[in-house]
């Protein structure tokens, strides 16, 4: 459902000195929230992955479906149910194709869908690899981490190992940067790291937690201008973060009300300023702007 900015304005201006950190700025504003209906509403979101500004793809790990939503002039709408054969753990998109890693009986399969007419198709893998996170990569490819080997695979369109990049150490999300860089989040290390074609690690990323508790990074997006997006599950919030890995600012905050958080699971920004987050404890996907930049963020 979507409300009106007049509306998201007012929110933004109500929860805005509780999730302030000193003079950290709140770089997002709400802009909508999604539900779903019936069949096609969501109970636990884990993954989202996105192929344009208005389609918006959720896997759901209440009752193992994929749900596919679009926006247009009516707000975001469900438009269709995919039944997944096993709990879903990540989801990406890339070379044309959603794509999504399996957990429970059929734990570290993939399996990919067309995106016209949604059906669906196992993606052959090489012996012993146990796929986990997943993201979009460039011209098309897929960076698949491998759970079981400690490395990522980077799969061309049909499923074919390009590279593979060793990264050590526990990783729950990996992201793709606009200009080709892999990222990889671990919740256990409170860290994130860019990672270099060989497997070394070119920059390490702390986030801040929330006295006393440690952030507990879950996902990590990228824009255009090498800011981090992440989700600290912790704290129900977005910490946002420059390119050298200063702190420029959060997003929203721990809560029910439309406009917070509560155990968000995954994000995904959008070329037109949206960040679109799993909003896994309140049932439901939200949809933030990011705030206009200047010169102290």
């Given at each position: ?14 929860v ?11 770089l997002l ?21 996105m ?20 926006n ?21 998109y ?69 590279a ?7 990783v ?22 860019r ?14 937690g ?8 879950v ?15 912790h704290?129900?919030?977005?910490v ?37 987050i ?20």
């Open positions: 459902m979507l409300r009106g900015l007049g509306i998201a304005a007012l929110v933004s201006l109500l805005a000195p509780a999730w302030a950190q000193g003079s950290a700025q709140t504003v709400w802009e909508s929230a999604i539900y779903g209906l019936e069949e096609l509403s969501l109970r636990w979101p884990v993954a989202l992955a192929r344009s500004e208005d389609e918006i793809v959720v896997v759901d790990a209440y009752d193992d479906k994929l749900v596919v939503f679009t247009d002039t009516g707000g975001w709408i469900g438009r269709r149910k995919v039944a997944l054969p096993a709990s879903p753990a990540s989801a990406a890339a070379g044309g194709r959603y794509f999504v890693s399996l957990r429970g009986e059929r734990h570290g399969e993939l399996i990919s869908f067309d995106p016209d007419r949604w059906a669906q198709r196992p993606v052959p893998l090489p012996r012993g690899v146990v796929a986990g996170a997943l993201a979009g990569g460039k011209d098309g490819t897929l960076a698949v981490h491998d759970q079981a080997g400690s490395e990522v695979l980077i799969l061309d369109a049909k499923g074919s190992v390009r593979k990049i060793p990264l050590a150490g526990p729950h999300a990996l992201t793709v940067a606009p200009g080709g860089a892999l990222y990889a989040a671990s919740p256990q290390l409170a860290r994130v790291v990672v270099g074609e060989d497997g070394a690690i070119e920059q390490e990323f702390d986030v801040p929330m006295s006393p508790e440690r952030a507990w990074p996902s990590v997006a990228v824009d255009t201008g090498g800011e981090l997006y992440v989700v600290d599950r704290a129900g919030r977005v946002v973060l420059d390119a050298a890995g200063a702190l420029s600012g959060f997003g929203s905050r721990e809560g029910w009300d439309e406009g917070l958080l509560r155990h968000p699971a995954a994000l995904a920004l959008t070329p037109g300023g949206r960040v679109v799993a909003d896994q404890g309140n049932g439901r996907v939200q949809v933030f702007l990011r705030a206009r930049k200047d010169s102290s963020s």
